[in-house]
Every structure is written in structure tokens, then in C-alpha cells.
């Protein structure tokens, strides 16, 4: 438990020092201000570029600015998510920085999961603000929406989710990969590979890309097509738990001493 | 206090450890020696519990070191050769961080830190960044790193590498009093003069195989081999062979006017060398026999096997 302690003040702190927590919190506040800032702006930018272009084809409303967002995030967040946090294990194998504590007594289930827990609540505490600011901002440029906040907090904390199993994914390849920026490459890949996978039958309810889904479509039509929250929420608690169980294994079964395996 | 006993190691097909064994005896300082890549930073950082072995037995205070190895928390400190810090942390605060995975209470903690800040020397750049540190500075910060459990066993690998004369005696007196406060030191150095200055036993570590483990005094009586050093009063143009007829006589090496004898046994040798001398149509300026050093036993068994 002293691990976890430790680990959970040092993050904190290195996220604070190194604006971990600012680079995120701009990167998210960024887009949530200026989706429903562009989409208000776009009828007459598009005006001004393509004169008689039908106006009845920009009529935006409060719920498609909050899903555009949704949609934008998803690629543009994972990106964020991937280069803050990709060094997360990495760089602490590659640099030696876990010799002292682990010479000292520290375990590797106390070191993991103090990460895992810091940057999943600092990144689910962002993504559910920004999600809820551009909420805000959606309902201010777009009056006359009967989108409620009650809806719009339930998809911002499945928005929130999805990005809590990609600082899970991170960790992960953070583990598996000695240099970050592999690691986050893979985070990557592995992110924007998981929409195709929803194309298979019967794993819509599979994988984590679905809460995007939901958290989108629950708000508009609030059709969510096939996927069933139960089977979604249990297959993701399944992958987070297994994803966690395998970054502890592979960070207990690697040597951490710097430039072992040189000789 | 420290028992490694056929110890051996790969990575792939090298082979870095070979049958490694030794025993560090409680309170003693023992210099564990090599060239470059011989496996003593793979030998420190097997014992200090940060990779695995292929074969043999570690215990550490008894305890067997696969099976306790959070048994062995508080029991063992570990200064690796280039200590890593987290730069935007004070020393200060990076000390508080060990103290906090060590276990330790706040108060404990912080009076733990400010007491090894004025130990190593570091307490008016305690509360400065460790990104701005110098490498002795580091080294120093590394070795109360270290310490901060109290460890029984207190493992340093080249701990002087790299630092100048001044930080080289500021670490060693450190290690001194380390020694002499009753901790068992286990250095891994190829500065011999380190090592003979605060040393009592030392293992000679060649190609990952170990040539000598022994005290100081028994190597010396053992390996080092007497020379008598002669200065002539000119340059010699070549070896006499009066000299190196002499049966109790090893080799001889000639520089100008200077002549190194090695003997094989000294007490004989040196009258037969004096009547050799004697016979010589050059005069002795100087005559001397050598001081045995660590350097020679060292040079002696890692040339010679």
C-alpha cells in the first residue's frame, strides 16, 4: 500500500510539474469550444466560399454540435491520450527510474496501479468537463434544443469511459515496448482499428469504440442499434481487467535495471 | 551477510556470469574488481534483486534472494552506476519519495531526509531542482538514496566513476564511514586505489568468471610478486645476463636507466642480485624494492589467465 501511496503523490506531482494536466485539460477545452464555435460559423464561411450553397443543409441544433464533438474526440483525443501518457512505463524502464523504489521495497502491482488510477481519474475528470463545456456552449449558440443535461452528463461519462480503457491500452503497450513512441503508435493503431471491428457480427458489444457509439447516437435518435450495455459493460470490464493484469505480469517479468541485457 | 554461491547468467549467447561464487562477511567493505564488461554491474544488479539468474543461489542475511524478496526490503541499498532521478523533483523531495515507498511515518520521513541531505553533503541544494545537479552532486544524492532505509547491505557499483579528485574523496570518506558505522559495503570499482583505501576482502571478476576472492592481506601474501626496482647511474644498452641467469630471478624489463627485477622469491633473490650488481660496469644510482600494490595483483590475474 506505501507503493500505491507514493506512486500516486509522484504522479500527481509530475503531472502538475510537467503540464500533463494542462496539455490534456487545453488539448480537450480546445475542441470543446470550438466545434460548436465552427459549426455556428460554418453556414456563413460556406456562404462566402460557395455562394447559393442550399442553407437548409447547415442547420445545426445543440444535440449535432455535442456529436460532432463526440466524433472529432474520438480521433483527436486518442492522439492526446497516446503522446502524453506513451513514456508512462516506458520511459521509467528505459531511464532506470524504477531502481531506486524497487531496490527500496516498491511492488510493481503498487507502481501500476497508482498510474493507472492517477491518469485514468485525470483523464476521465477531462474528458467529462470538456464533454460537458461544449454541452454548454452547444446550448448557448444553439438555443432551442430539448437536449437535457441529465442526457448530456450520461454521454459525457461514457465518453469519459472510453478514454479511461485508453490510458488502460496505453499503459499497456507502455509495458509491452521499451521505446514510448512505439508504445504509443501502438496505443494508436490498436484505437483506430477497433471501428472496423465493430463491423464483424457480433462483436459490436465487444469492444470499447462502441461507447462512442452510444454516447453519440443515445443522443439524437437514442437509437444504439444492437449493442446491449450489459454485454458492452461486462466484455469492457473483462479487457480493462486482463489489460492490467498482463501490464503488472510483463512489468514483474522484465528486467528494469538500465541497460540490462547490454552485456 | 552476503552469499552467492555458482552464480551464472546470459543474455542470449553470451555468457555474462560463469559459476560466480563469494561471501561477504558482516561489517566488511569488499571490493568486487574487473575490467570493463567483465559482469559486475550484472553480478550488482542480480544481488540488488532488479534481474533474474540462470543458475546458482544468492542469500542476502540468510535469506535466500528468489524466494524473499520482500523479505529483503530494508535489508539491502543499492547505488547503480548512474543513479536516475526525476528532474523536476528536489533532493529533498525525491528522498521523502523513497522514505514514502520504504514505509516510513511523515515524521520519520522528514527527519530521515534533512539528517541524510547534511550527511551527503546536499542540504542547501535540498530544495533545488535535481535536473540542475551535477553528476557528483547526483552520486551524493544517489548515496543517501540508498542509505535511507538504514540497509545491512549497501551495494555500490562505481560509485567514483566519473568524478572529480575532490568528489572522488568526498564519496569514499562517505563509504568509510559507512563501513565503520557497521554496514556491510559491497563495491564494484575499477579504481584499485579505492578499493585499497577502504577495502578488507575483494573478488577479481574477469570475462564473468572469478579469478581471486580472497582478503587483502592473503592475496598479497599470495599473488603479488616481489620487485626490486634499480636505477643506474647511465643508460643501460641491454639486460645483463648475470641478472637474468639468476636462478630466483623471474624476468627482468630494462627503460633506459632503470630496471625492474621480479622476483620469485624475494629474500633470495636479492643477495644474488646484489652480487650480480656488484659484477656490473655501471653504477647503482638507486635501489629498491617495491611496495606491493592492488594493481599489480590485478594486472597479474587479468593478464595472465
Redo the contacts between chains.
Sequence with gaps: MSTFTAYMKKERMESSRQSKYLILGAFFGFFALSTPIMLKLMPSIIESQMPGFPQELMKFDTVYSVQNYIRNIYQLGNMAVALVLMGVLADERLQGKLVYPVSQGAGMAGIVGAKLVHYAAAVAAIVFASTMLNYYYSVVLFPGSDLGVAAAARSAALLAAYFVTRVVLVAFTSAIFTKPLVAGLAALVASYVEPIVTSLPRCRSQVAYSLIDVASNSLGTGNVGDISGWVLAAALMIEVAVMVLMTVWRMKSVEIAPGAGAQ | MLNVKALSKS?GQ?R?LRDVTFRVTPGQAFGFLGPN?A?K??AM?II?????FDSGNVTIDGMDLRRNR?G???V???L?E?????G??TAR?YLL??G????LTPAANRSRADELLDTVGLAEAGRRRIGGYSRGMKQRL?MA??I??RPRLLLLDEPTSALDPQGRLDVITLIARMRDAGMTVFLSTHILADVERICDSVAIIKSGAIVAADSMDRLRERYIQPVVDVVFDRVLESIPVQITSAPHVDRVTLDGDRMSVFMRDLSLGKRELLHAMANLDADVASYSVRQPSLEDIFVRLVNSR
Design positions: 543474455y553470451t555474462a564488461g559482469g554491474t550484472t544488479n540488488a534483486g532488479l534481474i533474474e520482500s529483503l526490503r530494508g539491502v541499498g543499492y547503480p548512474s543513479p536516475a532521478f526525476y523536476y523533483m523531495e519519495f523513497i514514502d515507498v520504504s514505509g544517489g538514496a540508498a535511507y532505509n
